[in-house]
T-cell receptor, first 112, second 117 residues
Framework: GESVGLHLPTLSVQEGDNSIINCAYS??????FIWYKQESGKGPQFIID?????DKRQGQRVTVLLNKTVKHLSLQIAATQPGDSAVYFC???????????FGQGTRLTINP | GAVVSQHPSRVICKSGTSVKIECRSL??????MFWYRQFPKQSLMLMAT?????????EQGVEKDKFLINHASLTLSTLTVTSAHPEDSSFYIC?????????????FGSGTRLTVV
């Protein structure tokens, strides 16, 4: 869903541990979801995507889970590394529309 | 892979002046471009969607006369912030989509940090 005027929640994880970042969306017509990583002063970088006809998708060290019943999306990062420290956003498109709407975002900090 | 070049990366301007930000797709045809604004510690807020050769569609609350968007070619879109004020200071990011896109279907520029003094 859209976030306006909200500050980013934060998550701290020890290096090597797994992390889970959550995202809630509000529109049941959302049909495509993307997770992005944004480093300070840069544009968003694609991580992984999932369509609404899927529940799970895996990439290299990342897994996205989609629960349409409760409109919830999560990003799991395995064996976190210092380079994983960034802000992570979920984004969605709504059926029939091209525009990509961003969720609130979470700042992930990996502690050495 | 698909690349979008955004320029300038940083700009400082005086209140009342106008600033133009360019977004170029380097290796694909950007049939649709999007402009976002991001305030510190906040998410990206979609400002407008532009299709090549058409007028931009602005999101609710975004002043079309203040944020002029031009998408005259398949490789270039510009955002002009007119009569800038300090509250317009923000991070502006463009995104493009079109045939031959890579993963996710949307390619983002590296952003422009606008500071109005």
């Amino acid at each position: 869903g859209e976030s306006v005027g909200l500050h980013l929640p934060t998550l701290s994880v020890q290096e090597g541990d797994n992390s889970i970042i959550n995202c809630a969306y509000s529109n049941s017509a959302s049909d495509y979801f993307i997770w992005y990583k944004q480093e300070s002063g840069k544009g968003p970088q694609f991580i992984i995507d999932i369509r609404s006809n899927m529940d799970k998708r895996q990439g290299q060290r990342v897994t996205v889970l989609l629960n349409k019943t409760v409109k919830h999306l999560s990003l799991q990062i395995a064996a976190t590394q210092p380079g994983d420290s960034a802000v992570y956003f979920c984004a969605e498109t709504i059926q029939g529309a091209q525009k990509l709407v961003f969720g609130q975002g979470t700042r992930l900090t990996i502690n050495p | 892979g698909a690349v979008v070049s955004q320029h300038p990366s940083r700009v400082i301007c005086k209140s009342g002046t106008s600033v133009k930000i360019e977004c170029r797709s380097l290796d694909f045809q950007a049939t649709t471009m999007f402009w976002y604004r991001q305030f510190p510690k906040q998410s990206l807020m979609l400002m407008a969607t532009s299709n090549e050769g058409s007028k931009a569609t602005y999101e609710q609350g975004v002043e079309k006369d203040k944020f002029l968007i031009n998408h005259a070619s398949l490789t270039l879109s510009t955002l002009t912030v007119t009569s800038a004020h300090p509250e317009d200071s923000s991070f502006y990011i463009c995104s493009a989509t079109g045939p031959g896109q890579g993963r996710g279907g949307y390619t983002f520029g590296s952003g422009t940090r606008l500071t109005v003094v």
